[in-house]
Nanobody, 123 residues
Framework: QVRLMESGGDLVRPGGSLRLSCSASGSIVSINTMGWYRQAPEKQRELVATIHSGGYTRYADFVEGRFTISRDGAKNSVYLQMISVKPEDTAVYYC?????????????????WGQGTQVTVSS
């Protein structure tokens, strides 16, 4: 299986910046896509940004150029640099990975999620 460990969530003032990190570990053969989703209270989980192993990135419209996703393939890690944060960015941010794992005779591909890291934007 794959374990995703997030870090970097914090309380930050509007207009400030924050960097989220996520590292994947386990019997990983390869990771196709990694990314970040978020869930605010009483709202559904939504896409923030994803990055493919080939470098292609995808962002939600609300990002508006404020966030940058990056990836270190050698470390099976993904990062989200957030700047100009707004109160509406307050949410639990979840790391996501679409990974192929080694089960000996089988190599299934599944989706994996981290436990989440809280980002609170408030003055």
């Amino acid at each position: 299986q794959v374990r995703l460990m997030e870090s970097g969530g914090d309380l930050v003032r509007p207009g400030g910046s924050l960097r989220l990190s996520c590292s994947a570990s386990g019997s990983i053969v390869s990771i196709n896509t990694m990314g970040w989703y978020r869930q605010a209270p009483e709202k559904q989980r939504e896409l923030v940004a994803t990055i493919h192993s080939g470098g292609y990135t995808r962002y939600a419209d609300f990002v508006e150029g404020r966030f940058t996703i990056s990836r270190d393939g050698a470390k099976n890690s993904v990062y989200l640099q957030m700047i100009s944060v707004k109160p509406e960015d307050t949410a639990v941010y979840y790391c996501y990975a679409h990974a192929t794992i080694d089960l000996g005779s089988r190599h299934p591909t599944n989706e994996y999620w981290g436990q989440g890291t809280q980002v609170t934007v408030s003055s």
